[in-house]
């Protein structure tokens, strides 16, 4: 029996960045106790790396990686090898949540399922964004590509990351699907009408 609740096949489902930064320190708030939640959020909002990539990483890429240092990735969507560079915010997520872990093998998933030495799903990450979010009642819809749309996000509307380097760093066709994606392109118009002239 087809489970009531799923999308109709070929329904376009958009999950929402979480926009505003208080609800950013919130969710890591709620995650303090809790090592490799808040590492794959802050690595998730903090890379483009979509779930499946997230979920691909293992301890030897990671292990006393330094801020502003890199690994390479293959993506699982694409098949593009990739470098991921990662800032002080991964490096000490990521560092707090292998002190947890000191006997962790190189060639061990980093973000390991509960029931341990198999990586976690992008289904499973769905459902833990999907989580947080309701935890803290943020309204939108919310899940696993969110982690992805809010680096995207903040990179546009708090660091005036420009659209071509933001298009690049996706890999999209076109500047207008990057403007959809993250959600922001109408409200960018609106403001437009905003700006008095004279």
Known sequence: MANPN?????????VDPIRDVKHIRSIKKL?????RDLALFVVGINTNL???DLTRITVGQVRDIKAGESFDLRERKTGKARQVVLNSDCTCAIQGYLDARPEATAEEPLFLSQRGGKAITPVCVNG?????????NLPGNYGAHTLRKTWGFHQRTAFNVDLPTLMTAFGHATQRQTLKYL????????????????
């Open 183 to 198: 959600g922001i392109g109408e409200q960018e118009v609106r403001n437009v009408f905003m700006n008095a002239i004279g």
């Open 31 to 35: 995650l303090a106790g809790k090592p």
């Open 128 to 136: 833990l964004v999907k989580g947080w979010c309701k935890a803290l």
């Open 50 to 52: 979509r779930a499946s």
């Open 6 to 14: 799923h999308p109709p096949k070929g329904a376009i489902i958009a």
